[in-house]
């Protein structure tokens, strides 16, 4: 029961969290420096395939050491370096092998997967540690 509540928490979270990030402060970054890049309409599927997968990362590498350890900030750790490390994996691949695809970005991203995952974790694991008792 623990990582059902882990998960739909995550999902809502990450999910607001994202599109706040991606629909205001985010747009002109991206559009500014990528727009050649851009798609004109996100591709929804794909979006939802790619949290669904990414949130069962988070469960793995991040929320379940949490739960063992008994403690929230072993996710807010744990969650934070699964993201730095996974969007630095995109960005910095993207880096070298676009032509267009900048410093600015590629730092803004990192910054942003690094905590909005570790927020995302946090918010599961703190979710379960309450109220699954």
Not at 3 to 23: A, Q, R, S
Not at 24 to 42: F, I, M
Not at 94 to 121: E, F, P, Q, S
């Amino acid at each position: 029961m623990a990582y059902l509540i882990t998960y739909v928490v995550c999902v809502v979270v990450m999910g607001g969290l994202d599109f706040l990030w991606l629909t205001n402060t985010s747009k002109a970054l991206y559009q500014k420096d990528l727009g050649a890049l851009l798609a004109p309409d996100p591709n929804m599927v794909v979006a939802v395939i790619f949290y669904l997968l990414y949130i069962v990362g988070i469960q793995i590498f991040a929320v379940r050491p949490a739960l063992e350890a008994g403690d929230w900030k072993t996710a807010a750790l744990f969650g934070a370096l699964f993201g730095f490390f996974t969007y630095a994996t995109y960005d910095l691949t993207n880096m070298a092998t676009m032509k267009v695809w900048t410093l600015r970005v590629t730092l803004y991203d990192i910054a942003w997967g690094t905590i909005l995952t570790g927020i995302t974790a946090s918010a599961g694991a703190f979710s379960a540690l309450r109220f699954a008792k």
